[in-house]
């Protein structure tokens, strides 16, 4: 099940740019995880920002999260080649409900 | 982080015929264990949950039938295409999800029904 918009749906930058990808969900959640995949693999977990968390950081992660928006935001500083890949935003909703929710995703192409 | 092990990584077999897929958990006890499906460019469709003994519960659209899925220790669960047909070709994915952890996937499977 689909709930969360990612923008952009692809993003092509330079090596040592910074990129930002923006996540949207809908209904109230326990925490939103960030996730990377490289083509035709399994899922990475980069980080996870609770509720009641407003921002986070994870070497040249940086997530931000707006609750009264429903928003967040990945932010990759100082791009790498390596960092070419697809990224999901996941929500867990609040409750007991294990399921996460995901966004379609961003690609992104660092280009060296 | 916690390690998940999924295989076979890719499988290729005839129409008619049944795969299982194995998702471990290696390093923590996963209670509740989901099963994705991936299209190409595109993102995870859940398939179904599955909580340590007991049966899983299956998205809308998915055919319980079609796509079994036994979770029957907390360190291990199965999905089997019974009956593949080249439209079930497809990324398949597992997660696996501890009492109080994040979800950590495995390698995925790349099914091709020929």
């Known amino acids: 099940s689909q709930q969360g918009e990612e923008d952009p749906q692809a993003l092509s930058i330079q090596e040592g740019e910074n990129a930002t990808m923006n996540c949207s969900y809908k209904t109230s959640i326990n925490n939103l995880q960030w996730y990377r995949q490289n083509s035709g693999r399994g899922l990475v977990h980069l980080i996870l920002?609770?509720?009641n968390e407003r921002e986070k950081h994870s070497g040249r992660l940086r997530v931000t999260l707006d609750t009264s928006k429903k928003s967040s935001s990945l932010l990759i500083t100082a791009s790498r080649a390596a960092d070419t890949a697809s990224y999901f935003c996941a929500t867990r909703g609040a409750g007991n409900n294990r399921k996460l929710i995901w966004g379609l995703g961003t690609s992104l192409a660092v280009n060296p | 982080g916690a390690v998940v092990s999924q295989h076979p990584s890719w499988v290729i077999c005839k129409s008619g015929t049944s795969v299982k897929i194995e998702c471990r958990s290696l390093?923590?006890?996963?209670?509740?264990m989901f099963w994705y499906r991936q299209f190409p460019k595109q993102s995870l469709m859940l398939m179904a949950t599955s909580n340590e003994g007991s049966k899983a519960t299956y998205e809308q659209g998915v055919e319980k039938d079609k796509f079994l899925i036994n979770h029957a220790s907390l360190t291990l669960s199965t999905l089997t295409v019974t009956s593949a047909h080249p439209e079930d070709s497809s990324f398949y994915i597992c997660?696996?999800?501890?009492?109080?952890?994040?979800?950590?996937f495995g390698q995925g499977t790349r099914l091709t029904v020929v």
């Open positions: 997660s696996a999800m501890g009492q109080n952890t994040e979800a950590f």
């Open positions: 920002i609770r509720s």
């Open positions: 390093d923590f006890q996963a209670t509740t």
